[in-house]
């Protein structure tokens, strides 16, 4: 009988040894994973596997136009264009051109909705392939009037891109240096539009009227500056 209540005393003593050690486990958790999951005490936000709701990544590279950065997105465009035009890429042009208003060439200060040539980006793909030999009229020219017949190439030669307009003198955003007497009508032909431009200075031999400008004008569509008007000045009679 005693033997029997030792034996029960004995194994009482090791269950409850057993028992104490598994509640004194609570709160350790030794398995690798669990231990990565326990985050008491952890600021959640600032672990590195954080679920944290982001947006989209294509919202993460959208350039977004504000009035602060207008100026610079205007330039940098303009120093893209010019660069075709110095580079005789004219086939490029068309990405650059409004999709719904075309564009138009001026050779003049002056813009003359009437007789300034005018495309829309089908058009002007034809003009740089298709009709790129034809000569076609543009214009009057300044003084003597008659038509100003030319290629494409001839007349982005003699009324675009007629000095190096990529190191100009002056380079400016909506703000005209070139002042000759030719009437500034580009505001009231291109309503809600922005421009840039770049000056050429005149020579000291011809007294300084042998300036040049060329204008770039643009306007806002879908967060993206299109051209719609190229203007070259210059003194007129």
């Known amino acids: 009988m005693k033997k029997q209540l030792t034996g029960i005393i004995g194994m ?19 398995s690798g994973k669990g231990g990565e999951d326990d985050t008491t005490g952890i600021d959640r936000s600032e672990r590195h596997d954080t679920l944290v709701t982001q ?12 009035p602060a950065n207008k100026d610079s997105v205007l330039s940098a465009t303009t120093k893209e264009v010019l660069t075709l035009f110095k580079n005789k890429e004219y086939e490029k042009l068309d990405s650059f051109i409004h999709p719904e208003e075309g ?9 003359d909705p009437k007789d300034d040539k005018k495309f829309s980006r089908e058009e002007f793909k034809g003009l740089i392939t298709t009709d790129r030999n034809k000569k076609i009229e ?31 003198q002056k380079a400016g955003v909506n703000i005209r240096f070139g002042k000759g007497n030719s009437i500034n009508n580009l505001k009231t032909v291109y309503p809600g539009s922005e421009f ?18 060329v204008r770039l004008v643009y306007k806002l569509k879908n967060g993206r500056y299109y051209l719609v ?6 003194w007129t009679i």
Do not use: M
Request: glycine fraction near 16%; hydrophobic fraction near 30%.
């Open 229 to 234: 008007g190229i203007i070259h000045d210059q």
């Open 12 to 30: 009482g003593i090791i269950l409850g040894g057993i028992i104490a050690g598994c509640n004194g486990c609570k709160g350790k958790n030794t």
């Open 196 to 213: 840039t431009e770049n000056y050429l200075d005149g020579t000291k031999k011809n007294g300084g009227i042998d300036w040049r400008s």
């Open 103 to 111: 564009i138009r060439f001026s050779p003049y200060g002056t813009v």
């Open 138 to 168: 543009w214009g009057s020219y300044d003084g003597s009037g008659n038509p100003i017949l030319l290629t494409p190439a001839e007349y982005f030669g003699r009324f675009v891109y007629d000095g190096n307009f990529l190191k100009p």
């Open 55 to 66: 947006p989209p990544a294509d919202s993460l590279n959208t350039f977004v136009i504000t």
